[in-house]
T-cell receptor, first 114, second 114 residues
């Protein structure tokens, strides 16, 4: 079964610090790696995404780092703010699968302390 | 406003009862999905539909049923055959299927079995 393993399950960071969430995958056919952000009581929303032809993508304070050889990718949140407190999910899609469905990691609950 | 509307937000069910969760979208998206969210397990795909009158099982379809009679609507029925139905259910849609990476989620329905 395709899997995306996400760590840590929970993370506490001080305001202004760097939050780092890691994901690892096995299936080398994965070719699209989005991150979703979910606030309590809401549905997830796309935050940032990367394809394996680049090693890094930055959007504002959010950066994805991608290591194709290690089959790992990570989300870095710079200057973390209390408003970033949410659950973050990494995901991956495999174009060889019928429907090209996303496989999600288990999620990381981030708390940014003021 | 364009978006996905799920109802009800909270639902309580007695064991042995079927319940139907509603999902409506006005984004003119072709594909719709149902996910189940449990703590620490991420989002698991129940069913998906890429066109009207067609749908496919996801990873955890047992005990669930769906229909797609209209492009805008994709209701999910949680049947009495689902052994552990208490969960947070998320409906999503996308333009062409998750090859684009972006799923748009509703705000979810929380089902509790008493």
């Amino acid at each position: 079964q395709q899997q995306v393993k996400q760590s840590p399950q929970s993370l506490i960071v001080q305001k202004g610090g760097i939050s780092i969430i890691n994901c690892a995958y096995e299936n080398t056919a994965f070719d699209y790696f989005p991150w979703y952000q979910q606030f309590p009581g809401k549905g997830p929303a796309l935050l940032i995404a990367i394809r394996p032809d680049v090693s890094e993508k930055k959007e504002g304070r959010f950066t994805i780092s991608f290591n194709k050889s290690a089959k790992q990718f990570s989300l870095h949140i710079m200057d973390s703010q209390p408003g970033d407190s949410a659950t973050y999910f990494c995901a991956a899609s495999n174009p060889n699968n019928a429907g090209n469905m996303l496989t999600f990691g288990g999620g990381t609950r981030l708390m940014v302390k003021p | 406003d364009g978006g996905i509307t799920q109802s009800p937000k909270y639902l309580f069910r007695k064991e042995g009862q079927n319940v139907t969760l509603s999902c409506e979208q006005n984004l003119n998206h072709d594909a719709m999905y149902w996910y189940r969210q449990d703590p620490g397990q991420g989002l698991r795909l129940i069913y998906y539909s890429q066109i009207v009158n067609d749908f496919q099982k996801g990873d955890i379809a047992e005990g669930y049923s769906v229909s797609r009679e209209k492009k805008e609507s994709f209701p999910l029925t949680v049947t009495s055959a689902q052994k552990n139905p208490t969960a947070f259910y998320l409906c999503a849609s996308s333009l062409f299927g998750t090859a684009t990476g972006e799923l748009f989620f509703g705000e979810g329905s929380r089902l509790t079995v008493l």
